[in-house]
């Protein structure tokens, strides 16, 4: 084999996922080109013997360690600029790192500006530019009287466009209707994007008589019933039926964010058996949490879709493994403690949102799911949906070389003490999970270590390719 160039680097281990598959295997990148070169099936000692001894100087075997590809968070809100003090880009991008996460979404809404307008989308970029230790790509919104942005934003390379069929709590990001919906498909139709949906419809019913106590979880449970999720999915079923009927073309794909509702599974998995082109994801707390556990008082547990009771987590994972949920996400929505209530305890006045990013593959790897699973939901299922699956979301050739060396044995416990989200605080604070990621390479570099933290600068890119 020819010597490699100091900055060609190789990895190797007895476990290393490519396509779905742990095998034993080195991986050749260059950190110049962030690129990977190639991949040597086989064991370490194999490699060793043909590569001749420069470039065993450039080589590392990390068993017992798993060579992982880079997971890719398709659902974050780090909110710069305009609510930095909820979050931010170099906190939030820090957090994914430490977790494996090289590449996430940014969410259109919480940021002020939203995401929304090709002027708002330069304030985004500017906010960003030399602050992210992981590589960032953005959606954009879909609100009221925002259509003629839409096209200019795909062309600008927004990966997508998000819409709320509820109130989403912040002013500056209305919810849309019906009419709306049908307008964007047409606008996108052509396009190589994909519409969100946060899929709950209708106004928070009120309550027959005030809740007796407001700082139960059951109280708030009442407010955010299975059937908002159910007949939002049904509208929007309705609409890509009347879009792929009438258009011209085929309409944009439609995903569905954070689903928690068992009772919406049915519908999403008929319209994708009628060939709809629908996907939806799930989050990692509806996986590992449930209503009966929550602790009175406990408002870091508030998110909507809301946390549901236990029997209905059993369905999520068979959505998954079935194939009717394509992927597992994180909805990291931070804020200020001010706002969560969490003095009072009350549920129905606390803002919500669940504090994540970074802790969501030993948290789904300690309820059982493999790490081929994890992969496929988590980098490569998020990476195509977000039109990043030719560079990110899996080890190959050609792909940016974003790997992640996991300890699937070591035990520890979340703690808020480790975080670095800007406010150190999480509902997952003293959970107890197996697996830790030991160190996260982004195109190649360190941007991570367990024994360092985050690297000293950050290396993150804004991934800005055209959705035309």
Request: proline residues 8%; aromatic residues 6%; hydrophobic residues 40%.
């Amino acid at each position: 084999m020819e010597a490699m160039s100091p900055a060609v680097k190789a990895i190797g281990s007895s476990e290393v996922l490519l396509d779905g598959e742990l095998k034993p295997a080195v991986v050749i990148f260059s950190e110049e080109t962030g690129k990977i070169e190639a991949i040597i099936e086989g064991p370490c000692e194999q490699y060793l013997d043909v590569c001749g001894p420069e470039a065993a100087k450039e080589f590392r075997d990390v068993t017992p360690l798993v060579v992982m590809p880079g997971l890719v968070d398709t659902h974050v809100h780090l909110d710069e600029p305009g609510r930095v003090h909820w979050e931010g880009f170099q906190s939030g991008t820090q957090s994914a790192v430490s977790g494996g996460v090289t590449t996430v979404v940014d969410m259109p809404l919480n940021s002020i500006p939203p995401t929304t307008t090709m002027a708002n989308f330069d304030a985004k970029k500017k906010a960003a530019q030399g602050r992210c230790w992981c590589d960032v790509a953005f959606w954009g919104g879909l609100v009221p009287g925002n259509l003629e942005e839409l096209r200019p934003l795909a062309e600008a390379g927004v990966r997508g466009f998000k819409g709320f069929l509820i109130d989403s709590a912040t002013p500056e990001f209305q919810a849309i209707d019906r009419p709306t919906i049908e307008a964007a498909m047409a606008t996108l139709q052509g396009y190589r994007t994909v519409l969100l949906f946060h899929a709950e419809l209708d106004e928070v019913p009120a309550l027959p008589t005030p809740p007796e106590d407001p700082t139960l979880y059951s109280s708030f449970l009442e407010t955010r019933p299975d059937r908002l999720e159910v007949d939002a999915l049904n509208l929007i079923v309705k609409c890509l039926e009347r879009a792929t009927c009438r258009l011209p073309g085929p309409p944009p794909p439609v995903h569905i964010v954070h689903m928690s509702s068992k009772h919406a599974l049915p519908v999403l998995e008929r319209a994708r058996a009628a060939g709809l082109p629908i996907s939806a994801e799930t989050c990692f707390h509806y996986l590992t949490m449930d209503a009966e556990t929550i602790p009175k008082g406990s408002t870091l547990h508030k998110c909507c879709p809301p946390i549901r009771p236990h029997e209905n987590q059993a369905h999520l994972w068979n959505a998954l493994r079935n194939g009717v949920l394509s992927s597992v996400v994180s909805d990291h929505s931070p804020c200020e403690p001010e706002i969560r209530c969490c003095d009072s305890g009350d549920f129905l006045q606390a803002w919500g949102g669940i504090s994540s990013l970074g802790l969501g593959l030993s948290l789904i790897y300690s309820k059982g799911a493999t790490l081929p699973e994890i992969a496929r939901w988590c980098a490569e299922n998020t990476a195509l949906q977000a039109g990043l699956g030719h560079r990110k979301g899996f080890i190959r050739a050609g792909y940016d070389a974003d790997l992640v060396l996991f300890d699937p044995r070591e035990r520890h416990t979340i703690s808020n003490s480790q975080l670095h989200f800007r406010h150190k605080m999480t509902s997952f604070h003293g959970t107890e999970v197996v697996g830790r990621v030991r160190q996260t390479l982004l195109r190649g570099r360190v941007v991570y270590d367990a024994a360092k933290g985050p690297s000293p600068a950050p290396a993150g890119t804004l991934l800005l390719d055209p959705i035309i």
